[in-house]
């Protein structure tokens, strides 16, 4: 064990923390090294989705002496960046365990800093967290969430006064001010003002609801679609049932029950992830019962959607998240009566470019990001009365309509999805029916997403070895594809290899690679920025010609994205 890890430890068992911890911290100590070593070889990092991390002891895991060491960084920062200003700032949290802990936690250290705090009564959707910044003109945001990860996971998630999360300088300069409090002495758990504290509740949601609405509110056809909702135990339980009686799908909307109130343990799935397709399974059962016309599901802190759809066969079929966004970004669009050219959507680099050529078909503007919807978030405030924001969507189950929120709403999705569903029965169609439309019109786009995880501090730098490998010795064919274009985002640098020439990028630093072949298949590289993860993402596309050559084209398109998988691993 290295000297730096064990002056960690021993300080870890000093009287500075509770008994509680410095116990657990000795068993781990005696009885298993190399867990201990991955719990401090490291601090946690901010990455693409804030703080995430295991719950257990250590500097390298989420618990109440890194969420206090975290909330103590922002509360320096927060008083260093708005003086002799009064400075409130929201505090929301999912269904997980430690949860609600960790933010009574946050609250008591803001409190005691002389920060006002509105802190929601109890769970709610991570966007309402975001709209609640706006709502109350809060200079900051915390949200306690590890969104879709495992249950062993929680995260701390920092929004800034546009209600979009923390982007450069500020997560740099927090995380500074994080990294000089080597005295967790200094961390004000104690001397909780409770008059800084006030409590947000079901008036919010009101108010929530009501803007959800708006974005639906000249839609006056009949209601006659069939839905089964499940929350996968978490966030939007209330809430987006309560919507959808408000929009007029009362009638015929089923919720999973087993999985219909909060549950740390998300004991019903082996992931509370909508990405996964067993995490529907259970709703998929109880629409097949119901013969559901689509199956919704929210992860855990309710900004990702998965969705189910009924076929013509009566099979449901599960969509992947680039096929729900460009189904989502299609209806905005088809349903905004006055586009104009400086009208946008937004979307990821690794998003589907079917968003991009749907945006060119109604004339609007796409604008690609880093992975995040932070960087969303970000266009959305700079263009603010220079452009409107129409859309934004991201390949991991994330869309945002509207800008009233500042991160992926799976509410928002929800609904829309659903009045994209009710208006294609009333065609005597189904969502697949529309998306082969797509196609047929502009092209069979088709993406694929391997992940390979190599966990704890050896994992750490296989993925960091893998990306220099890449980086220092790229592909130049790939299946007999030759590499026409490659992006460094970290060196900032576009190489068109045809011409021989290289050009600088205008995007933030990131550690992403894409590789363009001749045929315009992009394959992007990447480690994950909340999980022990190496990312490959592949988007190809071929021409539709008809309905019944779709079946054979997407055979082909899923052959030749898992040559290219077998090419690069």
């Known amino acids: 064990m290295e000297n730096f890890i064990k002056e960690k430890i021993n300080y870890w068992l000093s009287d500075i923390f509770d008994k509680e911890t410095r116990e657990k911290v000795k068993n781990l100590l005696e009885n298993d090294e190399n867990q201990i070593i991955d719990c401090f070889y490291k601090d946690l990092e901010f990455g693409t989705g804030g703080l995430r991390g295991i719950m257990d002891v250590g500097t390298n895991r989420m618990n109440k002496y890194t969420v206090g060491r975290a909330t103590q960084g ?15 700032c929201a505090i929301g949290f999912d269904t997980r365990n430690n949860s609600a802990e960790f933010a009574n936690i946050s609250a008591s250290i803001l409190a005691a800093n002389n920060i006002k705090v509105l802190l929601f009564e109890k769970s709610r959707p991570t966007p309402e967290l975001s709209f609640a910044v706006r709502h109350y003109n809060c200079k900051a945001g915390i949200v306690i969430t590890a969104s879709h990860n495992p249950k062993e996971y929680n995260g701390y998630k920092v929004y800034w006064a546009d209600g979009g999360q923390i982007i450069p300088p500020h ?73 959808f009686e408000k929009a007029g799908y009362s009638e015929n909307f089923y919720i999973v029950e087993e999985q219909s109130k909060p549950d740390g343990h998300f004991s019903s799935v082996s992931s509370p992830n909508p990405e996964e397709p067993a995490t529907l399974s259970m709703a998929i059962e109880l629409a097949k019962h119901k013969k559901a016309d689509i ?12 969705v189910a759809v009924r076929n013509s066969d009566g099979e449901y079929i599960l969509l992947n998240g680039n096929q729900t966004a460009s189904l989502l970004t299609n209806y905005v669009l088809s349903q905004n009566k006055e586009l104009y050219y400086n009208d946008f959507i937004v979307k990821t680099i690794v998003t589907t470019e079917l968003l991009q050529k749907i945006a060119q078909k109604f004339d609007v503007k796409c604008y690609d990001v880093l992975t995040g919807f932070k960087y969303i978030a970000q266009i959305i405030e700079e263009k603010k009365g220079e452009k409107q924001f129409l859309c934004g969507g991201e390949e991991s ?173």
């Open 74 to 88: 922002l509360a320096n920062y927060l008083l260093k960046q708005f003086p002799n200003e009064e400075i409130k």
């Open 171 to 243: 997560d740099h300069n927090i995380i500074q001010e994080v990294n000089f409090i080597t005295d967790f002495s200094k961390i004000q758990f104690q001397n909780v003002d409770n008059q800084n504290i006030n409590i947000i509740g079901k008036e919010l949601d009101e108010i929530y609801s009501e803007k959800i609405l708006t974005l639906i509110e000249n839609n006056k056809s009949s209601k006659n679609l069939s839905i089964v909702f499940s929350p996968i135990h978490g966030s939007t339980w209330e809430i987006l049932p309560q919507v």
């Open 295 to 306: 199956v919704l599901g929210t992860d855990p802190d309710g900004d990702r959607l998965g």
């Open 397 to 569: 189950f994330g869309f945002l309509a509207g800008d009233f929120v500042r991160d992926k709403d799976a509410v928002i999705a929800a609904l829309l999805i659903t009045e994209c569903a009710n208006l294609a029965k009333q065609k005597n169609k189904n969502l697949l029916d529309i998306l082969i439309d797509i196609y047929l019109e502009l092209g069979f786009y088709m993406e694929g997403l391997k992940s390979i995880t190599k966990k704890g501090k050896d994992g750490l730098k296989e993925i960091e070895n893998m990306m220099i490998n890449f980086r220092n010795n790229p592909p130049k064919t790939i299946i007999n594809q030759n590499v026409t274009e490659i992006f460094d985002y970290e060196k900032l640098i576009h190489i068109n290899i045809i011409e021989n020439n290289t050009e600088k990028i205008d995007y933030p630093k990131s550690n992403v690679l894409q590789f363009v072949l001749e045929d315009a298949t992009i394959i992007t590289v990447r480690p994950s920025g909340t999980e022990p993860k190496i990312k490959f993402y592949i988007s190809t596309k071929e021409i539709l010609k008809n309905k019944k050559e779709f079946n054979t084209v997407e055979e082909k398109l899923k052959l030749k994205i898992n040559n290219i998988f077998k090419k690069l691993i």
